[in-house]
């Protein structure tokens, strides 16, 4: 009987032994089921935050990309409002032609631009000249002359008959008095102005513009904004002509 209590006592110690372990057991699985629970979650937030992040790339990307496009769309804007205005200058008032300071001048006999200055306070226009020889011909007074082109590349020789022939006051050598310039007519365009006027040979090599124009070409056909330049087109010369030297004979009647 007393084997038997030591025999039950040492089974219920055994028995409450094991319960113990088994909840010790259950205490951890229970732990380790609520680790894995965290570190799903956590790799779920991970993620997440991966697929924000990329989003926020992607809307980064985009907005360089549109960046580059409006900087691009700036620059055409820019040049293109500095064409705009560059084209739609003002170049006719009324009947009237608007000149620049300066301007291009097509002298037609020699198929030739010039540079020319707009003067309104000469009354003749003036185109620099080189090699003048007074001549008769039929008995009539003529004049003999050549023009450099602006590249200096070829000169030209024109005989016109003269208009009149000016006196011209020396200022910068006054020891030589007056000098006798022949006047002529050319046929010139500017513009849309295209007209027969009077120039006063001279030599203007010294000078930065190689064609005066005068009131007299200007008047009641032009008005003159001293604040630009260029206003007209230079005219476009047709590639058919040639540059090689060569005498032109102008007739001015009719």
């Known amino acids: 009987m007393k084997l038997n209590k030591i025999t039950l006592f040492s089974i219920l110690s055994i028995s409450l032994l094991s319960g113990c372990i088994t909840l010790n057991n259950d205490d951890e699985l229970r732990q380790i089921k609520s680790l894995k629970n965290d570190l799903i979650v956590a790799q779920k937030e991970t993620e997440k935050l991966q697929n924000s992040l990329k989003e926020s790339q992607k809307t980064l990307q985009e907005s360089q990309s549109k960046t580059v496009e409006l900087n691009d769309l700036i620059k055409k804007t820019k040049r293109s409002v500095k064409t705009n205005f560059k084209s739609k200058k003002t170049k006719r008032v009324a009947d009237k032609t608007i000149l620049g300071q300066n301007e291009w001048v097509y002298v037609s006999q020699i198929k030739e631009n010039y540079r020319a200055r707009i003067d309104t306070g000469a009354t003749t226009s003036s185109i620099s000249a080189q090699d003048i020889e007074i ?27 003269v208009i009149r022939m000016v006196s011209i006051i020396q200022s910068n050598n006054s020891s030589k008095g007056n000098t006798n310039r022949p006047v002529v007519q050319l046929h010139v365009r500017m513009g849309d102005i295209v007209n027969k006027t009077e120039f006063t040979l001279t030599d203007r090599q010294h000078m930065q513009y190689p064609v005066l124009i005068g009131r007299s070409f200007l008047q009641d056909v032009a008005l003159v904004d001293v604040g630009a330049t260029y206003i007209q087109d230079k005219y476009k010369i047709p590639k058919s002509v040639s540059k090689q030297s060569k005498k032109v004979r102008v007739n001015n009647e009719g």
């Open 135 to 161: 001549f008769e011909r039929d008995g009539k007074r003529w004049v003999r002359f050549n023009l450099i082109d602006e590249n200096d590349e070829c000169k030209q020789t024109l005989e016109t008959p």
